[in-house]
């Protein structure tokens, strides 16, 4: 690409965005916007439909953490039960989570019931050290769990000082819990028993995408930091008989020791007979295969197919797995953000070549527009067949980002395949 071409796709890109962020504070209801690639015959075609599920922004609170899973066919005519967590943050602190909350949908989204405090998911009091701490379940990911008919939801633990204050180092654990959909409760968050206490003193799940195999073991990455050492981060076999997830046992530690903290916020998915996992670091995201989803090959930068690096840092990139595609969603630098903290919004989407593993820059699609929050902390919910939904909310820190516009909105962008995803049931 020349200098006069690339010149000409940043003030397209850049009047996109524009356009974006006027179409949502002008109407921020439901926003539906074509996409790129619904013109091109070779790939997936979808639509975008953006919508708020909720919000929250009172100078002292917001929502963070917005994650959703389905019951099939619970929902109105069929449809499923749409079941929703977020986290409360306390803006005065530092991923300070005081509680648990839900919402849920039977219409797809037309309307949501009002946030309600999840009291089996509140934080509880433990023994740490011999002092009384206050520790949060958070980072909560509920996924469909089909071998058990269960909606199984995974995530890690925070163990706080007495103030509620995130000190290191500290335990971590992976918790989980289970959903009774007849009494439209969770039962209360349990840790996942992990087999060597030392090396997994700092371990979860939290805000990792797993993978569920056809017979019903779970794929569960989570990081972990020995002691002295940079993060690390694995995946776990795991059984579950939709009550309890037992560790079974995990594969290739990936490590890297430079000055970073390391590794974490992985997510797995399966494409094409191969597995796919993407990783967070404090400089730049990381991609790496499988054959088994255990045995992973060496991590590798994310670039785009042009050779020049994604630009996401210091965040999550999940993915969004269509039959015919593979998309990764993610945040990067370069896009008119450098106000927004880490670079965390605009919401990107693009299709990935699954042989070189990077992205493919003409596919690259704004999912939620940038309003001065952060968008880094989010989910994907295979919804149906025809719809894939990608829930975040507007992280309202640091002070003043409101002036950009945000609000505190919890988004729910709607991906709507006009080809039929046949990896979902």
Same mark, same amino acid.
């Given at each position: 690409?020349?200098?006069?071409?690339?010149?000409?796709?940043?003030?397209?890109?850049?009047? =996109?965005?524009?356009?974006?962020?006027?179409?949502?504070?002008?109407?921020?209801?439901?926003?539906?916007?074509?996409?790129?690639?619904?013109?091109?015959?070779?790939?997936?075609?979808?639509?975008?439909?953006?919508? $708020?599920?909720?919000?929250?922004?009172?100078?002292?609170?917001?929502?963070?953490?917005?994650?959703?899973?389905?019951?099939?066919?619970?929902?109105?005519?069929?449809?499923?039960? *749409?079941?929703?967590?977020?986290?409360?943050?306390?803006?005065?602190?530092?991923?300070?989570?005081?509680?648990?909350?839900?919402?849920?949908?039977?219409?797809?989204?037309?309307?949501?019931?009002?946030?309600?405090?999840?009291?089996?998911?509140?934080?509880?009091?433990?023994?740490?050290?011999?002092?009384?701490?206050?520790?949060?379940?958070?980072?909560?990911?509920?996924?469909?769990?089909?071998?058990?008919?269960?909606?199984?939801?995974?995530?890690?633990?925070?163990?706080?000082?007495?103030?509620?204050?995130?000190?290191?180092?500290?335990? #971590?654990?992976?918790?989980?819990?289970?959903?009774?959909?007849?009494?439209?409760?969770?039962?209360?968050?349990?840790?996942?028993?992990?087999?060597?206490?030392?090396?997994?003193?700092?371990?979860?799940?939290?805000?990792?995408?797993?993978?569920?195999?056809?017979?019903?073991?779970?794929?569960? &990455?989570?990081?972990?930091?020995?002691?002295?050492?940079?993060?690390? $981060?694995?995946?776990?076999?795991?059984?579950?008989?939709?009550?309890?997830?037992?560790?079974?046992?995990?594969?290739?530690?990936?490590?890297?020791?430079?000055?970073? =903290?390391? +590794?974490?916020?992985?997510?797995?998915? =399966?494409?094409?007979?191969?597995?796919?996992?993407?990783?967070?670091?404090?400089?730049?995201?990381?991609?790496?295969?499988?054959?088994?989803?255990?045995?992973?090959?060496?991590?590798?930068?994310?670039?785009?197919?042009?050779?020049?690096? +994604?630009?996401?840092?210091?965040?999550?990139?999940?993915?969004? !797995?269509?039959?015919?595609?593979?998309?990764?969603?993610?945040? =990067?630098?370069?896009?008119?953000?450098?106000?927004?903290?880490?670079?965390?919004? &605009?919401?990107?989407?693009?299709?990935?070549?699954?042989? !070189?593993?990077? $992205?493919?820059?003409?596919?690259?699609?704004?999912?939620?527009?940038?309003?001065?929050?952060? +968008?880094?902390?989010?989910?994907?919910?295979?919804?149906?067949?025809?719809? !894939?939904?990608?829930?975040?909310?507007?992280?309202?820190? &640091? #002070?003043? *980002?409101?002036?950009?516009?945000?609000?505190?909105?919890?988004?729910?962008?709607?991906? #709507?395949?006009?080809?039929?995803?046949?990896?979902?049931?």
């Amino acid at each position: 690409m020349n200098l006069a071409e690339s010149k000409k796709k940043s003030i397209k890109a850049i009047e =996109r965005r524009t356009f974006l962020r006027t179409s949502l504070i002008g109407s921020i209801s439901l926003v539906s916007i074509p996409s790129f690639l619904s013109c091109r015959k070779k790939e997936p075609r979808y639509l975008l439909d953006l919508n $708020v599920a909720a919000k929250l922004f009172d100078g002292e609170k917001c929502w963070c953490h917005p994650r959703a899973g389905i019951i099939p066919g619970d929902g109105e005519q069929g449809n499923p039960r *749409v079941v929703m967590t977020m986290n409360s943050l306390d803006l005065a602190g530092s991923d300070v989570y005081r509680g648990m909350f839900g919402l849920i949908t039977n219409n797809l989204g037309k309307s949501w019931t009002d946030p309600a405090e999840l009291q089996t998911l509140a934080p509880r009091f433990e023994i740490i050290t011999g002092i009384n701490r206050p520790v949060a379940a958070s980072d909560f990911w509920p996924k469909w769990h089909a071998a058990s008919s269960s909606l199984l939801g995974t995530g890690h633990t925070v163990a706080y000082t007495p103030d509620w204050k995130v000190t290191n180092p500290r335990p #971590r654990h992976t918790s989980f819990s289970v959903y009774d959909a007849k009494l439209e409760k969770w039962a209360d968050w349990r840790k996942l028993k992990m087999p060597d206490d030392e090396k997994f003193y700092n371990s979860g799940a939290g805000s990792m995408q797993r993978f569920d195999l056809e017979d019903g073991t779970i794929l569960l &990455p989570i990081s972990f930091r020995p002691p002295g050492k940079n993060s690390r $981060v694995t995946v776990c076999r795991c059984s579950f008989n939709g009550k309890s997830v037992e560790y079974q046992n995990h594969g290739t530690e990936l490590e890297l020791n430079d000055e970073t =903290r390391g +590794l974490g916020e992985t997510s797995l998915t =399966r494409f094409n007979g191969e597995y796919f996992m993407t990783i967070r670091n404090d400089k730049k995201g990381f991609v790496t295969r499988s054959k088994d989803g255990l045995h992973f090959e060496q991590i590798q930068p994310w670039t785009f197919d042009d050779g020049i690096e +994604l630009g996401n840092y210091n965040t999550q990139q999940h993915w969004v !797995t269509h039959s015919e595609g593979l998309f990764l969603i993610y945040t =990067r630098r370069g896009a008119d953000n450098d106000h927004v903290f880490r670079h965390r919004a &605009p919401l990107f989407m693009a299709r990935v070549d699954t042989k !070189t593993l990077q $992205v493919i820059r003409g596919t690259e699609e704004i999912l939620v527009p940038e309003r001065g929050a952060r +968008l880094g902390n989010f989910g994907i919910t295979d919804i149906n067949k025809n719809e !894939t939904w990608v829930t975040v909310a507007e992280w309202m820190q &640091p #002070r003043g *980002v409101e002036k950009y516009g945000s609000d505190g909105s919890v988004f729910v962008a709607k991906i #709507r395949w006009t080809k039929p995803n046949r990896l979902v049931n």
